[in-house]
């Protein structure tokens, strides 16, 4: 029996047949639209191979532009990308942008250069140096020249220029350059300039002046001064009394003094003094004004025979430089003391013909710092020499150095008192010497000081230490206590203490001891003897009043004293020695 057939819808087969001719209609689109992405990948993978060919072109292109040798240049201005734009249709602009250039010195001319892709132009500063590649592209930054001739500000002009000294007479305008941007420049200031791009580079420590001139805050009191109480309230009182009463001075018209002249041999304590005056000036204005001002005294320590130049000028410019300093430190109410040491090697007579005659320009040069319009309040000015006989008197006389004040060798109350200042109970002592005073330390070091000053002021043949020998004939013996300093007593503290420390190691007995510093105080004599100056025996000689000129200096004769036709006379230190009697 046959299988019957189910009849088919016509209408669902004409719904499949509109199907499958849409499907197809599809298929065609989509190898169509197939075949277009292909072709345009096509396209695109030839465009970016033709790109990757002209990266590597380009990279190739400029490292051949970097590679050496390239030339260098200064740059002297910056010219940054400016855009503008011309109007269109509606709100749409059309902009355009300059090119980055620099404006350079190169080879004594000045050249406008593009800026090299690779470059950031924000980097380059004015007085930078920068690599030129073959096609006068600046290429890459070097940095700032580290060399230049050293200028002096003279004027400063608006914008980023400044008016330079370079010589005695000569002035030139330069620019500042990138390292300039930021920094407060004042006249006076030292500068490394280039001359060929005319380009003030950087600042330059003023190393002449930081070298010859020591700016400090003292910390010396005059408690830490011995043996000079005289002359220590003679000079507070000139000094200070103007500054903590300046008004009972206008009151009675009278002026504060501009100067000290501390004289006397070398080592007794005028450099001490001078840091003293500095300290306790600030200390007593403090204590007048109260602490708010937080008011601070300021030591300008000149070093006179290194502050002379062969240049002429360079002295004079030099201490200029010093008052100006000085000047400025004072501006605020802080005291200032210029400390000129060896003040003769600066200051020296005019016309006398012993030097180079450089003082004919440099004696004025202070005179006009010390008189000139620009008034020194709150300055002070203290010179030390040992031989004031050579100083121009135009510095000395009244108005200028008016206060003079002879710092002379310690008398023996004095030579205590500067072994007190380095003898203390803190220190080791010897044991059995503290033992032997009842274990009292204060009493062990008063007997130590008593006895080494005891026997430094003995005068007898042991402690004979030069003679001089006069003109006419005369031999007159010097003893240890007549050439005595401070400088000399901490040498033989320190001798002494050495001492100590030497037997410590050798015994195991730790301390100082008498015999320690009188062995010390022997042991510096005889080498103090070795190199004595024939200037601090004139010295001696003439504080005490002789005038007959020095013939030579013989070491003490051994046995009785002086030879057969010689006249041997006694000294005696203060009023009653021989001033009078000399001749």
């Known amino acids: 029996m046959a299988e019957s057939q189910t009849p088919i819808d016509p209408r669902e087969h004409q719904t499949a047949l509109r199907q499958l001719s849409l499907l197809r209609d599809q298929r065609v689109n989509l190898d169509k639209q197939l075949k277009v992405a292909a072709t345009r990948n096509d396209k695109l993978v030839q465009a970016l191979e033709s790109a990757r060919g002209d990266i590597l072109r380009l990279k190739q292109a400029i490292s ?51 800026v090299s892709p690779v470059l950031d132009i924000d980097d380059v500063r004015i007085g930078m140096s920068v690599l030129l590649t073959e096609t006068m592209g600046a290429c890459a930054v070097v940095g700032y020249r580290p060399t230049g001739e050293i200028a002096t500000v003279r004027e400063l002009l608006d914008g980023d220029r400044v008016v330079l000294g370079t010589g005695s007479t000569t002035q030139t305008v330069a620019l500042r350059s990138g390292l ?18 005319g380009v ?25 001064v011995g043996g000079l109480g005289e002359q220590i309230e003679q000079i507070r009182d000139a000094v200070e009394l103007p500054f903590l009463h300046p008004d009972l001075y206008r009151e009675h018209e009278l002026s504060a003094p501009k100067g000290i002249l501390l004289y006397g041999p070398p080592g007794n304590g005028k450099t001490l003094i001078a840091k003293a005056v500095a300290k306790s000036l600030a200390d007593r204005v403090e204590e007048a004004s109260g602490s708010a001002q937080n008011l601070r005294g300021y030591f300008l320590n000149i070093k006179g025979p290194e502050l002379l130049d062969k240049f002429v000028g360079e002295t004079e410019r030099q201490i200029r ?54 008034s020194l309040n709150n300055v002070i000015v203290i010179g030390a020499t040992n031989r004031e006989d050579m100083i121009d ?28 200042l380095y003898i203390r109970e803190d220190l080791p002592l010897d044991a059995a010497s503290v033992a032997g005073h009842d274990g009292d330390r204060a009493a062990t070091v008063a007997a130590m000081i008593d006895a080494v000053v005891e026997d430094i002021f003995r005068r007898d043949d042991q402690r004979r230490y030069l003679d001089a020998v006069l003109a006419d004939g005369r031999r007159i013996p010097t003893y240890w206590n007549d050439f005595l300093s401070g400088a000399l007593i901490r040498n033989i503290v320190d001798r002494a203490k050495k001492l100590a420390i030497k037997s410590f190691l050798q015994t195991g007995v730790k301390g100082i001891a008498g015999e320690h510093l009188i062995r010390s105080a022997r042991d510096e004599f005889d080498q103090q003897r070795d190199a004595a100056s024939r200037a ?14 020095l013939a030579s200096l013989e070491r003490p004769l051994t ?12 000294t005696r230190r203060g009023a009653a020695a021989g001033r009078g009697t000399a001749s």
């Open 64 to 114: 051949q532009d970097l590679e050496a040798p390239m030339n260098q240049a200064q740059v002297l201005r910056v010219n940054r990308p400016v855009r503008s734009g011309a109007s269109l249709t509606g709100d749409a602009r059309a902009v355009a942008e300059t090119q980055a250039s620099l404006d350079v010195a190169m080879g004594g001319r000045t050249v406008r250069v593009p």
């Open 180 to 197: 300039l941007d930021d920094v407060e420049l004042s006249v006076g200031d030292a500068v490394a300039y280039d001359s060929a791009s």
């Open 200 to 224: 003030a580079l950087e600042v330059v420590p003023k190393t002449e002046a930081e070298e010859l001139v020591l700016e400090e805050i003292p910390t010396t009191s005059y408690a830490d």
């Open 321 to 374: 430089a010093i008052f100006s300093r000085a000047r400025e430190k004072a501006s605020a109410g802080n005291p200032v003391v210029i400390f000129f040491d060896e003040m003769e090697s600066l200051f020296r007579t005019r016309g006398a013909g012993k030097s180079s005659d450089v003082e004919t320009t440099i004696v004025p040069q202070l005179l006009a710092e010390i008189d000139g319009v620009e």
């Open 393 to 420: 008197p135009a510095v000395l006389r009244p108005g200028r150095l008016d206060v003079k004040v002879r710092i002379d060798r310690p008398d023996r109350a004095g030579t205590a008192q500067i072994f007190g």
């Open 536 to 549: 601090d025996v004139e010295d001696w000689l003439k504080f005490l009043g002789y005038s007959v000129a």
């Open 559 to 570: 046995g009785d004293g002086a030879p057969q036709g010689l006249a041997v006379e006694p």
